[in-house]
Each structure stands twice: as structure tokens, then as C-alpha cells.
């Protein structure tokens, strides 16, 4: 399975974490160090894996951004790595031509697809089209309610109140 | 403090315009978050929900990013997660999840809230709740919510069903009891048809077979079906690693399977999906050979590829097939040699670990010298791995891959040498291992110790410091083979040895002592021989004393004829009657002396030379080294009286001095004489406790007077005073033989041992060592020996064949106690036990329930049985489940009900499953579930059986 996802910029800054297996805060500071150390020295030519701690680092690079994940290691490292590709192409889909300031300033929403993408540390949608689809849906959900709540009426209710 | 005004709530800042702030700030990053959250508290606490939950949006943004507690927030997140809108619900959600653990105080209060949302109509509330359970599922939430997440594994709804088998993995973890519940329905997700349920489930299954494989033995059907039919790839994946685990326990199965696994091997054009396959293959399915050729093809594929992924997945795939097929990591020996070099570490590792698996006899000494010419070019950290492999692949065993000891004596000398090696302290064990060991090593041992404390280079590397030790060591103690103790002597006391630490510089000391009584012992011995002719005389005294030792010994115990068994100084002279013995060598050794000349003027250059070395560390503040040093002064005091003048040696008075100053040296020589022999690792549980001393005895008083002896770095060079110790304890050792060891005495021993370390003489048996490659161990095992014969025929490296004409040395062992045992196989955890017992029940139960349906061929559907007489006592019945009884109490129930059902089933089973055969086929009931469950109680018994028509 999936131990955890943390998206990592070059400079080491973290974009995005998301955790399968039970670390406790003070752990995850510190896994994050580690591993922003291991994965941001390795060289352009070697392979995107990297033992660490009994368990196996999957990582790959995308423009500035490194994502990585921690899986078991009997685990198939190359269907990680494909995870990783249809994760991004999912985002690419989604944000049209992502970049790293997409992911920093829609943090969440690359939050949600990933939680449509991965369950439990394990694949659960396979298809770039239904997952547009969902988060499509939810989105309109949250914007209906923005909406709603922007709306001048409800300000006004709020200042009255 | 109150909430924040309407103004504040106007004009609250977005999490993008956080994020902005955080890019822009001036005043310094952290400043800038403190700022935030300090606003972020204030804003939490408002009343209205929409600037809570983007307050607590950026607590949830900056947390995870920035590294900020949100703990304290935990109960705003559950107050977000009740709002009914759905953006709100979803941002308390996440952060939820985020920050929850088993700790968190308010856990409790989300269960109702889960509950809600997972039973709501609109999915994406469900799919938001199951997100979250599969994230913080704790034992609680796990019990109370099975119900709702049972429900929703037949959900109409795919997308919350996919969800909820994924979570369903979560929850058998925490509470295995759910599998009763839970399990027939998510089995029959494996009949969906929607291939992303399908994905779902088959993810599932293969994270529960990986830890207990036996237990879904009878879904192999199913799984076969998915192997056969699926056309996706990550779904193959992770069907095969389930064949991967089965495959093994049942060979019916494994012979089914072979075929499409290696057609999807010959197919594919994914590469995952390719190396799942070999994977599968070599590992469970490499006694198929014509599998395992395609394999092989597909791995040098790999090799050869450029991109270093899959080299390295190819790498690794030998040596996952190497402990059973050495000959295919032989055919492949250029690449993983010339991995060696390849800049990717991880691919450095692989090879070097698939190198040391093909180390036999044989061939060790062209793999040693391939790779220290490896070890001279890489980088300090895989250098050192690869001494340490070297190291503890030679010193496996007893060393009983090395035929040559001088060959292995002279490579642990060259990898002193190498400036990077940080192994000082394996090498400084194996040389006094070896030392002890191996009788014919010595002079070899000694020649090349010799030439390391010569050199006065190598005292400048702090890590050659234990190294040269254990040199230090060796000389003095085999100085009897050394063509020149003077020369050692001079080495011993160089001046640079003022770099070494105080504790080793001991050591030196008490090996200069050492070499100087041989010396003058020799020269005594030397005179008299020719002087005086009472040299048989001498003998006689000499070997009287020895005996009157060994007697002395002997006399401790009941039994001396136990002795020569059990004595580990005693049975070791045994078998080499025919070698020569101190005694009966030292004549003709002397002999090679005279050469060199223990003359009068030579001992007393000695002895002017080491008085001058040893003279000024009388002032040292080490007392280790103030007190050898004294023992080395009062010693050539004594025997300065009887040289007390250089040129006239005036003989009446010498011989009559002689006599008594003789005597003294020749005890000295006589205790140093006396051999160091290893001691076995069970030793110490084999000392009777004595009568009188009480275990449980607390010695709590004690630490104030123990606590600040340290045991000493230099506790391998027990002084001689601690051999009597060592004895009484040998001898002890026979006597309580027979007496049951006392684990608190082993306890007692040990602690005694850590504090009193001196005392002890070194127990490390080679195999103590670590290894530096638990990979490796094992691989090599000794019944292969068709692949060290193949191996000879293409070794790697083949410059020269090893010379054999020498027999090889013998090596001194222990008993069998001494062979550390392989380490049992490592249990699943409780958990997982608990787990795989529940779906062994589950299974067995479904078993009882649809022997019935064996021949029924209607379409499955999640309707029970309705014929089935077992099915009316089941209480388990998934629609009872859902009418709401109340969980714990009728769960509890159900359990003891169920620990029986096994029982009758067995009994119903063995006998007679050809009459419950014949009688299911009059009922009806579900096909699948039914015919898979046929397995698992044969299985548990003792021919595992598959059902039939998958075979």
C-alpha cells in the first residue's frame, strides 16, 4: 500500500502531504525533512527509487516539482510510478496545463483529486474521466453555495444579525 | 475574548489571499504565519459557519505545509463537518482528517456525524465520510460505523461502493470482527462487472493476502477469472501479486496459472505489468522451467535497458531468483559487475548484494579481489559496505567459505590498508578470532600484524585504531612465531603510539611485557641448553608445573573424563598431536633464534630500549597504562640485578641468581604460554548456579558500588589473572551440564559480564558478527552444492584457480550451541492473526451454509440461501445486520456461536463431503461463494485442495 504522498518543490518547500499510515506530527516533520534531503540530491540520470527506512520512496520529477511516494516494498515500483503520471495528467486535465503555482494556490483542490484517486493508500479510480467528472460535481456543489453565501442578502443578514 | 466584529467577518482573508500573503510578506515568513494564525484563532471561534470553516481552511493549509499544530482545533472541525453545506462539511472534513488520530479527546463525538454522512443520499457526503473513516479509523469508529459500511458496499452508487471497499481494509484492521459481516459482500464485488469495483475489491484482497495468504486460498478462482479476463493493467498487478502468495501453497494452482501469467509476460507492452510477471515467476513459480527461461529472457531485457528504472528492477529480480537459480545471475555476471560502478546507489547495493549471493569456496578469492578493487574506487559509505560484505561473507560460519587462511589473513591486512575503511572494529574481531582459531594462521597473523605496527603512517588514522589493537594483540600473544621479537618491540614503542588512545596504548604495553619475557625466557633457555645440562631437567619442570595445572583443573571436577569433551583449552590440543605444541617446539625454534641471536648484548639493548620508551609513561594519568607500564619497569628490574653489568658477567653469582630470576621468568612464560581459547556463546548458560546464592536476591546496593566501573573498550585482552576466572567457570560449565540452566543465573551472568567485562575472556564467536547483508544470509546454503559445482565450471574472474595443494587449516569450533540458529520466520502480528482467524471462520462458515449450492447455476445475488437450514441459525445474516440490531451485543453473541461452527463442520467434513456434495446439489443457494469455500478446511487440514473445475 501507500504509506503517504508529499509533493515536494526543488527549494525543499512542501506542497502537498497526504498520509495512509499513522505518523504523528512530530513524525511527519521529520520524514519530510529526510526525504526532501534523499530525493532533492539524487541526479537527473538515476532511478526514481530509493530505499528508505525498510520501505521503498517512489519519485518522480515534474518541472520544479517532485512527487513522491512511500509504498511497501514488495510493491511494484514501476505502477507507482504510473500512478504518479495519471495523477498529474489528472491535475493537468484539471487545471489545464498545471503548474506548480496552480498546486500552491489550489492546495485543496489537488487535495480532492488526490482523495478520488487514492483510498487507504490504495488505487481506487482508474479513470481520468470519472474522477474529472466527480470533482467537476463537487466543485459545483461548493459554488453553489458560495454563491449563496456571497450573495448581498445573506451579508446583510450576517451585519444585522 | 470576544468573536470577531462584523468588519473582521466582511473583510476575513481567503486561504488565497494567505497564500498570496505568505509569497509577498516582507516581514519574514514566520512572522507572517504567527500573524495568520493569531487571526485564524480569533476567526475560528465565530459563530457563523462559512468564516469558521475558511478559518479553518488555512489552519488546514498551513498546518501540513508550514508545519503548524492544529490539534487545539479539533472540535471546530467537528462543528465545520456538521454544517449542511456541502463546502463547509467538506473543508471540516479534510482538516479532520488531517489532524485526527487515536488520541485525539473529541474522536468520540464524530461517530454520530460519520454515521449521518455516511447514510446520507448524496454521494459525495458518503464518499467525504468514507474518505475521512479510511484516514482515522480507530477500534471505536471501526465497531460502531460496520454496519453503515456494509450498507454502502452494495451502494448502487460506484463511486461511494469503490470507496467503501477501500475503506473496508481499513476497518478489518482495527476490528476484525467486521469480517463476519462484511466479508460475503465484498467477495461478491469481485463477480461486479463495473471493472472499477472490481479494481477496488482485487486492491483490497491483495493487501489482505499479503499478510495472510493461506486464508484466500479459496477465492482462487475468482482471482483466476480476474487474471484471465481483466484487461487493466494495475488490476493484474495486483492479481498477480496475489498468485504470487498462493501460488506457493497450493501447486495444483501454481500449475494453473503459469500459462497466462506468461502470456501476459509475452503480451504486454507495460513494462510494470512485465516486471509483475517476472516477478511473480522467479519468485513462486521458478520450478517451471520453461517459465522461468521467458523470465530470465525479460530480466536480461532489463538489464540491457538504458533507463536506469528497470536496470535496477532487473537487478533485483535476480536476486530475488538467486538463492534458487544461481545460474542466472551467473549467466548475467558482466552486468551486475560492472554495476558495481554504476553512479546510482541503489543499484551499486543491488549488485554488490547479488554479488556476495554467488560467493562459494571457490570463487572467494577472485570475488574478494574484484570487489576491494571496487572498494578502492567508490565513494567512503559504499566502500565500507562493501568490506563489511566481504567481511562477514568470509567470517560466516566459522569462516568456513575460507580455504586459505594466510590468503585471508594478508586480504584483511590490504583492507586495513584502504584509507576509507571504517571497519576496524569487524577487522580487529576476526584477527584475535582467527588468532584463537585457527593454529596454522599464525604465523602468517603475526607477520602481517607485524607490518601494520611497523608502519608509522597508519597510526595517524583513527580508524585503525581498534585495528591495530588487535595487532598489538597478536603480537604479544604469538610472539613464539615471530622471526624477530625486537623488531616487535621497537614497533610497540614508537614514538607515534603517544597518538593512540590510552586504552589501546595499554594493549601495547602489556604486548611489550609479553614479547620481553619470551625474549629473555628464550635467551635463558638459549644459555642453559648450552651451559648447563639439565635441559630435560627443565623440560621436567616445565611440563610438570603445566600438569600440575591441568591436575589442579581436572581435580574441580567430578568427572576428568568429561573434560576432554567439554574443555574447550583441553579438547583443543587433541586434535593436533601430530602439530608441533609450544614445548616440543620451542627447541627448534630456538634454534632460528640463535640466528638471529638472543645474545647477551641484544637483551640488553632490549631492555635499555623498552626502559627508555616506558619510563616516562610513569607520569601518565591513565592508569591502564600507569600500572602496565610499572608491571614492564618492576620486570626489568628484577632482571636487571642479573645483568648488572653490561661486560662482565660474573659467573657464580649469575648462576645462583639465575636459578631464582629463571624461575620467575619461566612462570611468566609459562602463564603466557597457556592459550587463549574461544568460548562458546551458550557458555554462560551452562554455569550452575551455586548452592546458596539466591537469584532474586535484590543488588540494588550494589549499583552504588558498581555503577561507575565501565567495562573497558579493551575488554578483549583480558589480562592473564582473568583466565582463572574463566576456568573456575569452564569447569563449572561441565558441572552444571546436566543441571537445568537458570535463566535468572543467564540474566544475572550477563549484567554481571557488562559491568566486569575485563574478567571475561571474549566470547564473540564469529558468527556474532553482524551481517552486513541480511539479504544474503541464507542464500548460500550448503545443500547447493550442484550450483558451487557449476559454479566452479564458470567462475567469475577465472585469472587462477585457488591453490589447494594445502589442506585446509583446521578451525577450532565449539559445540553446536555456538552456531547461531537461523531466526524463526517472522510471525504475523497479533492483528493480523486475529484478522485471517475471523475470515477462516467466515469462510468455513460460508462453507457450512452453501455446501448446498454447489451445482446451482442462478445468477449470484447478495439474497441468502432461502433453503439452507444453517442459514436460519446464521446470525450473521447480513439482513438482520441491517435491521438494526444492536451491534455489540448481538456481535458477541454470534462469536461464540461461531467458535463452534467450525467444530461441527469439521466433523460433518472430513467424512463425509461426498454425501454433503451430493446433497447440495438438491439446494439452491449462491454458486461461486459456495464452490471456492470448499477449500479452506482441507487446506487447514492437510492436503490443501482447489476446487476442482478451476484444475
Known amino acids: ?161 | 475574548m470576544s468573536g470577531p466584529s462584523i468588519m473582521e467577518t466582511l473583510f476575513q482573508r481567503t486561504l488565497e489571499d494567505l497564500i498570496k500573503g505568505i509569497r509577498l510578506q516582507l516581514i519574514g515568513e514566520s512572522a507572517f504565519i504567527s500573524k495568520a494564525m493569531e487571526e485564524i484563532r480569533k476567526e475560528i471561534k465565530s459563530t457563523d459557519l462559512q468564516t469558521k470553516s475558511i478559518a479553518l481552511q488555512k489552519l488546514s493549509y498551513l498546518s501540513p505545509l508550514h508545519f503548524v499544530d492544529m490539534s487545539w482545533a479539533a472540535f471546530h472541525c467537528i462543528e465545520c463537518m456538521s454544517s449542511p453545506r456541502f463546502a463547509q462539511k467538506r473543508i471540516g472534513y479534510v482538516a479532520v482528517s488531517q489532524s485526527f488520530n487515536e488520541h485525539t479527546p473529541v474522536l468520540l463525538l464524530i461517530t454520530n456525524q460519520l454515521r449521518k454522512d455516511l447514510g446520507s443520499v448524496n454521494e459525495f457526503d458518503a464518499g467525504l465520510a468514507l474518505d475521512c473513516l479510511a484516514n482515522i479509523a480507530t477500534v471505536d469508529l471501526a465497531r460502531d460505523l460496520t454496519p453503515e459500511v456494509f450498507t454502502l458496499l452494495g451502494s448502487s452508487k460506484v463511486s461511494v461502493r469503490k470507496k467503501a471497499i477501500g475503506v473496508i481494509l481499513r476497518v478489518f484492521e482495527k476490528y476484525p470482527d467486521a469480517v463476519r459481516v462484511c466479508f460475503k459482500r465484498l467477495v461478491e464485488n469481485l463477480d461486479s462487472p463495473d471493472s472499477r469495483i472490481l479494481s477496488a475489491a482485487v486492491g483490497v484482497f491483495c493487501e489482505l493476502a499479503s499478510r495472510d495468504p493461506r486464508s484466500y486460498l479459496p477465492l482462487a478462482p475468482e482471482f483466476y477469472r480476474v487474471l484471465v479476463d481483466s484487461k487493466n493493467n494495475w488490476v493484474l498487478i495486483k492479481v498477480l501479486k496475489i498468485f504470487a502468495k498462493l501460488a506457493p501453497l497450493e501447486s495444483r494452482l501454481a500449475k494453473r496459472v503459469v500459462e497466462p501469467i506468461c502470456d501476459h509476460m509475452r503480451r504486454t507492452g507495460a513494462k510494470s505489468l512485465m516486471f509483475e510477471c517476472i516477478r511473480t515467476v522467479v519468485s513462486s513459480l521458478s520450478e517451471y522451467e520453461s517459465a522461468l527461461k521467458l523470465a530470465v529472457l525479460k530480466i536480461r531485457e532489463l538489464l540491457m535497458d538504458e533507463d536506469p528504472n528497470l536496470k535496477y528492477l532487473g537487478l533485483h529480480a535476480l536476486s530475488i531468483v538467486a538463492p534458487k537459480h544461481l545460474w542466472v545471475v551467473l549467466e548475467n555476471k558482466e552486468v551486475v559487475i560492472k554495476s558495481l560502478s554504476d553512479s546510482d546507489s541503489n543499484i551499486k547495493f543491488e549488485s554488490l548484494r547479488l554479488v556476495m549471493a554467488v560467493v562459494s569456496e571457490s570463487n572467494v578469492v577472485e570475488i574478494s579481489r574484484v570487489l576491494l578493487n571496487y572498494a578502492l574506487k567508490s565513494d567512503p559509505e559504499f566502500c565500507n559496505v562493501i568490506l563489511g560484505s566481504i567481511l562477514s561473507a568470509c567470517s560466516r560460519n566459522v569462516y568456513e567459505m575460507v580455504m586459505d587462511f594466510d590468503w585471508y589473513v594478508l586480504l584483511l591486512g590490504e583492507m586495513s590498508r584502504i584509507p576509507q575503511c571504517q571497519k576496524g572494529e569487524d577487522i580487529e574481531n576476526q584477527l584475535i578470532d582467527i588468532g584463537m582459531r585457527v593454529r596454522d594462521a599464525r604465523p602468517e597473523l603475526i607477520r602481517m600484524a607485524r607490518s601494520l605496527l611497523i608502519d608509522p603512517a597508519l597510526l595517524g588514522n583513527p580508524f585503525l585504531y581498534r585495528i591495530l589493537c588487535a595487532a598489538a594483540w597478536v603480537c604479544g600473544e604469538y610472539v613464539e612465531y615471530s622471526t624477530n621479537p625486537f623488531e616487535l618491540v621497537e614497533a610497540l614503542l614508537q614514538p607515534r603510539t603517544s597518538l593512540l588512545p590510552p586504552l589501546i596504548r595499554a594493549v601495547y604495553l602489556q604486548s611489550v611485557l609479553k614479547v620481553l619475557t619470551f625474549c629473555i625466557h628464550s635467551y635463558l633457555r638459549n644459555k642453559s641448553s648450552g651451559l648447563f645440562p639439565f635441559t630435560d631437567n627443565l623440560e621436567g619442570v616445565v611440563s610438570e608445573s603445566m600438569s600440575k595445572g591441568k591436575t589442579q583443573e581436572a581435580s574441580d571436577l567430578p568427572t576428568p573424563a568429561q573434560d576432554d569433551v567439554f574443555n574447550p583449552r583441553i579438547s583443543d590440543d587433541n586434535p593436533y598431536e601430530d602439530l608441533p605444541l609450544e614445548n616440543n617446539g620451542e627447541d627448534s625454534k630456538f634454534d632460528s633464534f640463535e640466528k638471529n641471536g638472543f645474545t647477551r648484548e641484544s637483551i640488553v639493548n632490549l631492555l635499555n630500549l623498552i626502559e627508555l620508551a616506558v619510563k616516562p609513561l610513569l607520569g601518565s594519568l591513565e592508569v591502564e597504562i600507569l600500572e602496565r607500564a610499572q608491571n614492564v619497569l618492576g620486570l626489568i628490574e628484577l632482571i636487571r640485578q642479573e645483568f648488572p653489568d653490561q661486560l662482565s658477567p660474573r659467573k657464580e653469582i649469575l648462576a645462583k641468581e639465575e636459578s631464582e630470576v629463571s624461575k620467575l621468568i619461566r612462570s611468566m612464560n609459562d602463564a603466557f604460554c597457556e592459550e587463549l581459547g574461544p568460548v562458546s556463546v551458550t557458555a554462560q548458560d551452562r554455569v550452575r548456579v551455586p548452592e546458596g546464592l539466591v537469584l532474586e536476591e535484590n543488588l540494588k546496593e550494589l549499583d552504588t558500588i558498581c555503577g561507575d566501573i565501565q567495562p573497558s573498550t579493551s575488554s578483549f585482552f583480558a589480562p592473564r589473572y582473568g583466565e582463572r576466572i574463566e576456568e573456575s567457570l569452564a569447569s563449572d560449565l561441565q558441572n552444571g551440564e546436566d543441571s537445568e540452566p537458570s535463566r535468572e543465573s543467564t540474566s544475572l551472568l550477563i549484567e554481571h559480564r557488562k559491568r566486569h567485562g575485563l574478567y571475561y575472556l571474549p566470547s564473540s564467536a564469529s558468527n556474532d558478527y553482524p551481517l552486513a547483508n541480511d539479504l544474503r544470509s541464507g542464500e548460500n546454503d550448503r545443500d547447493e552444492t550442484e550450483d558451487f559445482v557449476r559454479l566452479t565450471a564458470q567462475s567469475l574472474a577465472p585469472k587462477k584457480k585457488p591453490n589447494y595443494s594445502k589442506p585446509r587449516p583446521v578451525v577450532v569450533k565449539l559445540d553446536e550451541g555456538e552456531v547461531t540458529l537461523s531466526v524463526a520466520s517472522k510471525k504475523p502480528s497479533s492483528k493480523y492473526d486475529l484478522l485471517s482467524g475471523v475470515i477462516q471462520d467466515v469462510l468455513q462458515e460460508t462453507n457450512l451454509m452453501d455446501k448446498s449450492s454447489r451445482k446451482g447455476k442462478e445468477k449470484v445475488s447478495s439474497d441468502v440461501p432461502q433453503g439452507s437450514k444453517e442459514n436460519v441459525q446464521d446470525p450473521e445474516d447480513p439482513r438482520r445486520e441491517k435491521s438494526g440490531l444492536r451491534k455489540s451485543k448481538h456481535r458477541s453473541h454470534g462469536k461464540e456461536r461461531k467458535h463452534k461452527d467450525p467444530d461441527q463442520v469439521d466433523g460433518k467434513k472430513d467424512g463425509k463431503s461426498e454425501r454433503a456434495r451430493e446433497k447440495s446439489s438438491h439446494r439452491h443457494g449462491r454458486k461461486k461463494t459456495r464452490q471456492r469455500a470448499e477449500g479452506p478446511l482441507n487446506v487447514s487440514a492437510q492436503t490443501p485442495v482447489i476446487p476442482d473445475f478451476l484444475l
Not at chain 1, 35 to 55: A, D, H, I, M, T
Not at chain 1, 58 to 87: G, Q, T, W
Request: hydrophobic fraction near 40%.
Open chain 1, 1 to 161: 500500500m501507500i504509506h503517504f504522498v508529499v509533493l515536494i518543490s526543488r527549494q525543499g518547500k512542501v506542497r502537498l502531504t497526504k498520509w495512509y499510515s499513522p505518523y504523528s506530527q512530530k513524525e511527519r516533520t521529520k520524514v519530510i525533512r529526510e526525504l526532501s534531503g534523499l530525493v532533492l540530491n539524487r541526479g537527473p540520470k538515476l532511478s526514481n527509487f530509493v530505499e528508505w527506512r525498510g520501505l521503498k520512496v517512489v519519485y518522480k520529477r515534474y518541472a520544479s516539482l517532485y512527487f513522491c511516494m512511500c509504498i511497501d516494498p514488495e510493491d511494484n515500483e514501476l505502477e507507482i510510478l504510473e500512478i504518479i503520471h495519471h495523477y498529474v495528467e489528472i491535475l493537468d486535465r484539471y487545471f489545464g496545463s498545471v503548474c506548480e503555482l496552480d498546486l500552491i494556490y489550489n492546495f485543496h483542490k489537488a487535495y480532492y483529486v488526490l482523495d478520488e484517486l487514492l483510498i487507504a493508500g490504495e488505487l481506487q479510480e482508474s479513470s481520468k474521466k470519472t474522477i474529472a467528472r466527480l470533482i467537476a460535481a463537487q466543485d459545483s456543489l461548493v459554488e453553489a453555495a458560495k454563491e449563496e453565501a456571497n450573495s448581498i442578502s445573506n451579508i446583510i443578514a450576517q451585519a444585522t444579525k
